[in-house]
């Protein structure tokens, strides 16, 4: 059977959209659950479910662009389980971070490289590897099964009491972040970004983005301590 992770990068062309509805419509979902019910425990489940799909349509997108991302241990397993683990994690902020970068960059007149040199990504992950968001990105999964189900661990945990509006802002704090590396894909990989910027300049962009996906994560154990 073919799954996602079977798929040649020709093939996968285009997936990524189908799955970026998905999770703009689990996000419009999740909002009409606080703005009329305040039920921020359930739209919060429903943001990380959001948040889940909006991260498959950025893998699927970066190995659509032929991106080794699904070499990348926990990008396997994500398909399957559907849980944000460390590796992940990374993947998302440090692609916010290249993201915030390029923006930076345009607000300076497009002049100059962008952060060019390897070093200085191989720097950021391991920066992010005591990051608070990276952190966060992993306990989601709790939010999620915490906002739908009672349980009990030494105490009864119950969706309302556990989940409120601070984890919901949270999780949809971090959907913001993963769409915006999403469209950064989009963008630098559309085949109408020569009419704005040079060929040379957009080889750079892929560059950084091969470099970061390829060798940098590789070259790192993400393995939580």
């Keep these: 059977m073919q799954t996602f992770l079977n798929l040649s990068p020709k093939q996968s062309k285009d997936l990524d959209k189908p799955i970026f509805a998905n999770a703009r419509q689990l996000y419009k979902d999740s909002n009409v659950l606080v703005n009329i019910n305040a039920s921020y425990c359930r739209a919060t489940s429903l943001m ?26 926990d990008a396997k397993q994500f398909f399957y389980k559907h849980k944000i683990r460390h590796q ?25 490289p962008l952060q060019k040199a390897g070093k200085l990504l191989q720097v950021l992950l391991i920066a992010l590897g005591a990051n608070e968001r990276v952190k966060r990105l992993e306990k989601f999964n709790d939010y999620k099964n915490n906002g739908l ?18 984890e919901f802002i949270e999780v949809k704090e971090s959907w913001e972040r993963c769409k915006h590396f999403y469209k950064l894909l989009c963008i630098i990989y559309h085949p109408n970004l ?13 560059g950084d983005l091969q470099l970061f996906v390829n060798e940098a994560m590789s070259e790192y154990s993400f393995s939580v301590k």
């Excluded at 948040?51 to 070499?71: F, N, P, R």
């Excluded at 990374?90 to 970068?101: K, R, S």
């Excluded at 189900?149 to 601070?166: A, H, T």
Aim: glycine share 6%; net charge negative; aromatic share 8%.
């Design 88 to 112: 992940i994690a990374q993947l998302m902020e440090v692609g916010y971070a290249f993201y915030e970068a390029i923006e930076e960059w345009q607000k300076k007149g497009k002049k100059g």
């Design 48 to 73: 990380v479910l959001s948040l889940e799909e909006m991260i498959k349509a950025v893998l699927v997108k970066m190995h659509s662009e032929s991106l080794q991302v699904y070499k990348l241990k």
């Design 149 to 166: 189900y009672v349980g009990y661990e030494d105490r009864l945990l119950e969706p309302q009491k556990e989940i409120g509006e601070s």
């Design 194 to 206: 020569e009419n704005h910027l040079s060929r040379n300049r957009i080889n750079e962009l892929h």
